[in-house]
């Protein structure tokens, strides 16, 4: 059995300088790094993958985005009125890897440039990053008139006894629609399934 030293606390213990505290002054006459969200903001790269978006009307319910997904993080939704389900993603799982528009058949699923999670909405904001994509179009639309890359919703809000979810976007218009409820959920993973055992 080899044998551990410790170095004795007087070797270990750091001198007193007079110079170190103030080396952070030279910081103060240097341009920051930080940017004031929202107020100001960084152009993303062209192929910077931000957001989802779900063109509705390509969209034919296959389920392939929820299959492949590693982070189990998207589930697909019946919504009222349309007659295949569309995905919801849960962004606090969702590690943007677009593995689920590569696999979309149709192209429906997309990435969009917009990036930064914040609302000025304060009251339950992590279930606001729970939700079904809206169009591109929408959203180019709103990233034109801002001049921002922040996220499209200003609120949510979901009733839950008539299961009607309503979404406040940031240009004033509020979609409305209603969950059937929930089908269609990817296969449970060998580890999951062992876990329950």
Not at 77 to 86: A, L, M, V
Not at 142 to 159: A, H, I, S, V
Request: one cysteine or more; glycine letters at 6%; proline letters at 9%.
């Amino acid at each position: 059995m080899t044998e551990v030293k410790v170095a004795p606390e007087e070797k270990v213990r750091k001198k007193p300088s007079f110079v170190k505290p103030w080396l952070g002054l030279k910081y103060l006459f240097k341009r920051p790094v930080t940017i004031k969200i929202p107020d100001e903001k960084i152009d993303p790269a062209p192929k910077y993958r931000g957001f989802h978006t779900l063109d509705w009307k390509k969209c034919v319910g296959c389920n392939f985005c929820g299959q492949i997904c590693p982070a189990r993080a998207i589930e697909m939704t019946w919504i009222e009125g349309e007659k295949r389900p569309h995905p919801k993603i849960d962004y606090g799982r969702c590690t943007f890897c677009q593995f689920c528009v590569d696999v979309c058949p149709t192209g429906a699923l997309s990435f969009i440039e917009s990036y930064i999670l914040t609302t000025t909405w304060r009251e339950e904001e992590l279930e606001l990053y729970d939700w079904v994509p809206i169009p591109p179009d929408k959203f180019r639309e709103m990233q034109e008139k801002f001049g921002d890359y922040r996220f499209p919703l200003e609120k949510m809000e979901f009733n839950r006894e008539t299961k009607e979810v309503t979404y406040y976007l940031r240009d004033g218009e509020v979609m409305k629609f209603k969950i059937l409820g929930y089908g269609i959920k990817p296969p449970k993973s060998p580890a999951e399934k062992a876990y329950e055992k």
